[in-house]
């Protein structure tokens, strides 16, 4: 878990603007949650009810800077930009069957210049919001409007359903042949986001975005 960038978010549609492509710019395809006030020391079969609007995000990377940040033991910042937040929020009990177990339970589906990437479905989350909530409140209570992402939504049988981030491909490549054939983003490259309801209606609205440099 890291603390990201929190005093802006890119708009879900148009332009996200990076200094360079050689900063193995990535997009993230991810659910998240706004919660209400979270006392310190919250346990995870009470953090769920602290959860009030699920939200989809591209958090964004830059996956050559991440590495060298590591190293200095610090964390991440310069590779962690601004990322997008869809352009509505709903209510859990909106999700219908689709939340369950504090996880959106749906395929979140991504185009990569108008090629079909990945759908992976959100329930395989490791951890449900309640877990997460409860390791951030552990020394510190949350206040009123904290966002907390899922990270990128990712699923066992990746083969079929594909992947929610670049870096998954290219890992799943390089184990597979022995070396990536999937590029990072460059100019003009353009990433779609959205998430469908059972009866599919588009629960989210779009992330819709075009990478530009400088």
């Known amino acids: 878990m890291y603390q990201g960038l929190s005093n802006e978010f890119l708009p879900p549609h148009g332009e996200a603007r990076f200094p360079s492509a050689e900063d193995g710019i990535d997009f993230e395809g991810e659910y998240g949650v706004i919660l209400g006030p979270v006392p ?37 910042l310069q590779c962690k930009p601004a990322c997008a937040v ?25 185009d990569y210049n108008e090629v079909r990437f990945g759908a992976a479905n959100g329930g395989e ?22 966002i907390l992402g899922s990270g990128t939504v990712a699923n066992a049988n990746y083969a079929e359903v594909g992947s929610s981030c670049i870096a998954e491909r290219i890992a799943i490549e390089q184990i597979a042949t022995g070396k990536p054939s999937t590029a990072f983003m460059k100019e003009g490259d353009r990433v779609h986001m959205s998430v469908k309801a059972p009866d599919g209606s588009v629960l989210f ?3 819709s975005q075009t990478v530009r440099i400088g």
């Open 86 to 110: 869809a352009p509505f929020a709903v209510t859990p009990d909106e999700l219908g069957d689709g939340w369950r177990d504090h996880r959106v339970c749906l395929p979140l589906e991504i």
């Open 205 to 207: 609205g779009s992330i």
């Open 40 to 76: 310190m020391g919250t346990p995870a079969d009470r953090a769920g009810a602290h959860i009030r609007l699920i939200v989809q995000i591209n958090d964004w990377s830059l996956r050559a800077l991440g590495p060298v940040e590591m190293a200095t033991g610090f964390g991440w």
């Open 125 to 146: 989350m490791a951890f449900g919001f309640n877990d997460l909530i409860t390791h951030a409140a552990y020394s510190r209570k949350l206040p009123a409007g904290t």
